[in-house]
C-alpha cells in the first residue's frame, strides 16, 4: 500500500509523553505538585500544534535528592524521542516545569 497516512489523536500523544516522562529515573509522576486540592482538574501537560510541529508542555514532581537541571534534560529528551521516533510527529519544543518534590 502507497500513500498510507496515519492520524494520532490527541490523547495518545497525550499518554505517550506521560509515559516517557515516568519512565525517566528521577520523576515521581507527571502533574502539579502541592496539595490534592491544587491538583484538581489539571492535566500536567498541554500541547499545542503549531504549524505542523508539536509544543509540549508538561509538569513533573521530581523524587527527592534528584539534581533538577539533569533530570529536566533528561525528561526533554525522552519526551522528544518519543514525539519523534515513535509517533513519527515533528516536535518544536518540549518545556519542563518541575513543579515539586514529592517523597
Known amino acids: ?14 499518554q505517550m509523553v506521560r509515559l516517557a516522562a515516568v519512565e525517566v529515573p528521577g520523576v515521581l509522576r507527571v502533574g502539579h505538585g502541592g496539595p490534592p486540592w491544587r491538583r484538581v482538574g489539571r492535566r500536567g501537560i ?33 519526551v522528544g524521542a518519543t514525539v519523534e521516533r515513535l509517533l513519527g510527529l515533528e516536535l518544536a519544543a518540549v518545556t519542563v516545569v518541575i513543579d515539586g518534590i514529592g517523597g
Open 1 to 14: 500500500m502507497t500513500g498510507s497516512l496515519l492520524t494520532v489523536g490527541p490523547d495518545v500523544i497525550d
Open 46 to 78: 498541554i500541547i499545542h500544534r503549531r504549524e505542523g510541529a508539536l509544543e509540549v508542555r508538561l509538569w513533573v514532581v521530581a523524587r527527592p535528592v534528584q539534581p533538577l537541571v539533569p533530570l529536566a534534560s533528561e525528561v526533554r529528551a525522552a
